[in-house]
C-alpha cells in the first residue's frame, strides 16, 4: 500500500514543480464545465423562442352567405392568428409563400382555399362537405421545426372545430329554449281547455237524463242546460287557444327535427371514440401477454388505459342520459334499443376499469398478472367491441331513423290536435245553438223538451270526438318531457358538446425549464468528456526509469489515484457551476454534487481502465462506448423511440444508470431508483477494476512489441 501512495506522492510532486504541467491540469479539470454550460444553455428553453418561426398564411376565402348573412370564416381565423404571438404567423400572398417555403423564408405555409367558408356551411344543406386548409411544409430546413409547425397548424383546425360545434349547438338549444319558453305560458290554457272538455264530456250523461225524465224534472234540466250554456263561450276561447299552442308545436317539432339531425354526428363521433377506446384496450391484452415487455411502460400503458377508460364511461354515461330524454321525444322509437346497448356497454366498461386496476396493482407489486384477469379482460374487450360495432352498424340504418320517426309520428300528432281543435272551432256555434235551443225548449214546454231530446246525440257525439282526439295525442308523446329537454341550459349544453372532455394534468416531479430537464444527460456527458481528456494528455503509466521498483498492479492503482484527484474536481466545477451559475434546478443539489463526485470517480475508473490496459485502442474503446451511449442511454428521447439496436444495448451502459441517478437528485428522489442504479454502477467499476487487476500486466507484456514498433513510425505515441 505504501509503495501505491508513493507513487500517487510523486505524481502530485511533480505536478506542483512544474508550472507548465500545472496550467494543463487546471485547464484539463475546467474544460469539461464549459462542455456542459455551453449546452444547458442552448438548450435552456427552446420552445418559448417558437414566436420566431416564421410560417406564412395565405387567406383566399371569399366567404358566402347564409340566411341573408355573410360569412367570412377565413377572415375570423387570420384575425386569431394575428393575436396569436406563439409563432410568427406572416400573412402574404398565395405565390411568395410558395416561393418562401421551398428557399427557407419560411418553415412551412397554411392557405385558406377560396371555398372555406362555403364548405363550411354545407352543414345546413342536404351534401354537407367538409372544409381543407391546405398546410406545406420544408422539412429540409430544420428536423424539429416542422413537427412545431405541424402543432401550430393542427390546433388552428382544433379551435375552429371547437368554435363550430360550440355556435351551432348554442343556436340549436337557443331555439329550443324559445320554444319551451313559449309552450310551458301556454300549457296553463292547453290544460284548462283540456280539463273544460273532458268535464263537459262528463256532464253529458246527465243532460240526456235530464230531457228523458220529462216534464217532472224540467226544472234540473233547465239548470244543467244553463251550466252547459255557461261553458261554452269557455269551450270556444280553450278551443282557440289550443289551436294556436298547437301550431306553435308542429313549428317546433319541425325545427327539433333539424336539430337532431346536426346532434347525430356529434352522437356518432363520440361512438367511435369509445370504440377507439376498446381498441386500446384489446391491444393491452396483448402486451400483457409479452414476458418481455418492460414493467414500467406496460404500467404506464396501464394507466394510459384505464384513463381512457375512465373518459369513456363518462361520455358514455352522457350519451346515455341523452337517449333517455330522447325515449320522451319519440316515444322509444329508436333511441330505447340504444339506451339498452349504452347500459350494456356503461356495465362492461366499468368491469374493464376494475380488471386493469387489479392487474395494475399486482404489476406494482412485482407479480404477473393472473392468467384469469387476462383472460376476462380480453372476454370483456371483445364484448365492448361487439356492442359498439353492433350500435354503430345499426345507428345510420336503425337508431337516427327511428329518432327521426318518432319525431315524425310527433308532428303528425301535433297536426291532428291541430286539426281538431280547428273542427272543433267551426263546430262551437252549431252547439250554442243547440243548446240555445235546448233551453227555449225546456221553457217551452214539453215539445221543445223532445226537439232537445233530438239535437243531444249530435252535441255528444262531436264533444264525445273532441275529447278523444285530445286522449290520442296525450298518448302519442309526453308534453311535460318535452318541455323540460326544450328547457335545457343553452349555453351549458353548447360548451358541452363543443368540450365533452377536459384534460387534467398532474406533474409528479415538476422541473421549471428544458435546459434544467437536459443537466443529468449534459453534466454526465462532459464527466465522460473529461476523462478522455485526461487520459489524452496524461500518461497512465509510469516512464521507464521510474517502473522499476513497482509492480503492475501498484502503478495501476497508484496512477489511479492521481486521475482520480482530477476529476473529481472537473465534477464540482461542472455541478457547483450547474447549481450556481447557470441556476440550474435541482429538487436535491446536495445529492447532484454528490452523485457527479461518484459518476466521474466511476467514469475515470473505465476510461482509465481501458487505457492502461489496452493503450490507445482502450481510447478508441472509450470513444466508441461514448458514441453508443449518446444514442442509447436515452438521455435525449426516450430510448422506446430509437431503433430495436439501441434499444438492446441500452441496458448495459453505464449512461442508463449514472443519467438516472442524476435525473432523481434533479426532479426528486425515489430512492430505490436510486440504489438500483447505484448497484448497477457498481458493476462496472467491479468490473474495470478486475479488468485492471487481473489483465494490465499480462496484455501490456505482450503488447509490447506491437506498441514498439507502433512508435516507430513516429506517428503513434
Known sequence: MKRIWSIYATDMRNVGRNWAASVIVLGLIFLPSLYAWFNIL???????????????????????????????????IVASLRADHRIG?????????????????YYASLTIPPDFSERIASVLTESPRKAEIVYDVNEKINAIAPKITSKGAS??????????????????????????????RGLPTIEAAKTVLFRVEALLPEVEQAVGTGLADIEKAQDIVRRTESYLPEVAKLADTGQAVTAQLGQWLERSDEALNSLAPGIKHDLFLLQQAAIATEQLTGLLQ????????????????RHRLTVAGDVTSRMLTLFERLNGLTGGKGSAWAAGKLQQLQSSLQMQTAIVGRIADAIAKGAKPADALVNDLARVSRDVSAVL??????????????????????KTAARKAHDALIEAQSSMPDVTRIVGDASRGLATGREELLAVQQALPRIGAKIKELADRVRAFEREGNLGEILRLLKLDAQKESEFF????????????????????MSPFFTTLSLWVGALLLVSLLSVDLHAGEA?????????LGRYLTFLTFALPQSLFVTLGDLYLLHTYAANPFWF?????????????????????FGNVGKAMSIVLLVLQLAGSGGTFPVQLTPPFFQAIHPFLPFTYAIGLMREAVGGILWELVFEDLRMLALYAAIALLIGLALKEWINASSVKLVNKARESKLIH
Open 389 to 410: 360495432g353492433d350500435v354503430l352498424e345499426r345507428y345510420d340504418g336503425e337508431i337516427a331513423p327511428g329518432i327521426a320517426d318518432g319525431v315524425e309520428r310527433a
Open 42 to 76: 442552448a438548450s435552456w428553453d427552446p420552445y418559448s423562442n417558437t414566436g420566431s418561426l416564421a410560417i406564412a398564411v395565405v387567406n383566399q376565402d371569399l366567404g358566402t352567405t347564409v340566411n341573408g348573412r355573410e360569412l367570412h370564416i377565413g377572415d375570423e
Open 89 to 105: 404567423w406572416t400573412f402574404v400572398e398565395a405565390e411568395q409563400a410558395m416561393k418562401g417555403v421551398r428557399r427557407g423564408d
Open 155 to 184: 390546433g388552428i383546425l382544433e379551435e375552429v372545430s371547437r368554435s363550430f360545434i360550440k355556435t351551432a349547438n348554442g343556436a340549436i338549444f337557443e331555439i329550443m329554449n324559445k320554444v319551451g319558453l313559449e309552450l310551458e
Open 593 to 613: 454534487i454528490a452523485f457527479g463526485l461518484v459518476l466521474s470517480a466511476l467514469f475515470m475508473l473505465i476510461v482509465y481502465t481501458l487505457v492502461s490496459v
Open 290 to 305: 409479452d414476458a418481455k415487455l418492460d414493467p414500467a411502460a406496460l404500467q404506464a400503458e396501464l394507466e394510459r388505459v
Open 548 to 556: 522499476a521498483p513497482y509492480t503492475s498492479r501498484e502503478v495501476y
Open 498 to 517: 363543443a368540450e365533452p372532455v377536459i384534460l387534467k394534468e398532474n406533474k409528479l416531479f415538476p422541473i421549471p425549464n428544458y435546459g434544467s430537464a
